[in-house]
């Protein structure tokens, strides 16, 4: 991929080389803001059109279907066990797929509109949100 042979480049790894590229935060760091955009498009357009709703505005507006417009709207956020996505009481303004591994989403009534506890199990490329939006 181009965008990987990018990244290779600015870390100065050499291309002929090992195909790993470890990419934590210290590396990440050393991208150009554009290059990390890249590579996160890269990550996240595959996900982004799996979702009927993604690809229903897209194709109904056809600019949508310009990575551009996506890269302003897309982020990374590594969200560590117990953390909360949805405030209770607060407007979502954000929807989540899991890249990798798993996770559980837990509801319960005294944070959440539901009579009993909800527990979930989510699998990676899986999209979470909040139902009103």
């Given at each position: 991929?181009?965008?990987?042979?990018?990244?290779?480049?600015?870390?100065?790894?050499d291309?002929?080389?090992?195909?790993?590229?470890?990419?934590?935060g210290?590396?990440?760091?050393?991208?150009?803001?554009?290059?990390?955009?890249?590579?996160?498009?890269?990550?996240?357009?595959?996900?982004?059109?799996?979702s009927?709703?993604?690809r229903?505005?897209?194709?109904?507006?056809?600019?949508?279907?310009?990575p551009?417009?996506?890269?302003?709207?897309?982020?990374?956020?590594?969200?560590?066990?117990?953390s909360v996505?949805?405030?209770?009481e607060?407007?979502?303004?954000?929807?989540?797929?899991?890249?990798?591994?798993?996770?559980?989403?837990?509801?319960d009534?005294?944070?959440?509109?539901?009579q009993?506890?909800?527990?979930?199990?989510?699998?990676?490329?899986?999209?979470?949100?909040?139902?009103?939006?």
């Amino acid at each position: 991929h181009r965008v990987m042979q990018r990244v290779r480049q600015q870390l100065g790894e050499d291309l002929e080389g090992n195909n790993k590229t470890n990419f934590d935060g210290p590396h990440l760091g050393m991208l150009s803001a554009k290059l990390r955009h890249d590579l996160l498009w890269e990550i996240c357009a595959p996900h982004l059109r799996s979702s009927f709703i993604l690809r229903t505005l897209a194709s109904l507006q056809a600019n949508l279907s310009s990575p551009g417009v996506w890269r302003k709207a897309i982020s990374h956020t590594v969200v560590e066990a117990g953390s909360v996505l949805f405030d209770a009481e607060t407007v979502a303004d954000k929807v989540y797929v899991l890249l990798i591994g798993s996770m559980k989403y837990t509801q319960d009534p005294g944070m959440s509109d539901v009579q009993a506890d909800i527990e979930m199990g989510i699998e990676a490329g899986t999209w979470i949100s909040e139902l009103a939006l």
